[in-house]
């Protein structure tokens, strides 16, 4: 399980995130967590971080590399998260996990909802696909 997120850098509009206050460093999430915001404020860089994690798929990440005037910003993508079972770090294009493999996650974004929900017609297609949580 995901306890918290220690640091995001040169991925989207985190240029360069760590919890500022000892406060906000010790958040952690619950089993069931729900990430809001307005438009704008990282909440599908997020969920593309938690998807490359949990697929271990660097290209969600390099495609989302933060930009300033419309340029990419010189600095290292990288991200920490600490799991129960010890931490996830994504640094020079890859996932490297300590102690635990990498979680299953379930992320239900736009991208989940367009594959498994939005439909004009139902068909027999529709139910064969599946997920097992």
Known sequence: MIKRIKLIQGIGSFVN???????????EFAKSSIIYANNGYGKSTI?????????ND???????KSLKDGKPVEI??????????GESIYQSNSWIHTKTHAPKIYV???QFISDNLFV????????????SL
């Open 17 to 27: 995130y760590r919890p500022d206050t000892p406060t906000q460093a010790a958040l």
């Open 47 to 55: 969920a593309n971080i938690l998807k490359s994690l949990s697929e």
């Open 58 to 64: 660097s290209s969600k990440i390099i495609q989302r």
């Open 76 to 85: 290292d993508q990288e991200v920490v998260i600490v799991r129960a079972g």
């Open 108 to 110: 239900f974004d736009q």
């Open 120 to 131: 004009h017609e139902v068909e027999a297609t529709h139910k064969q696909k599946s997920i």
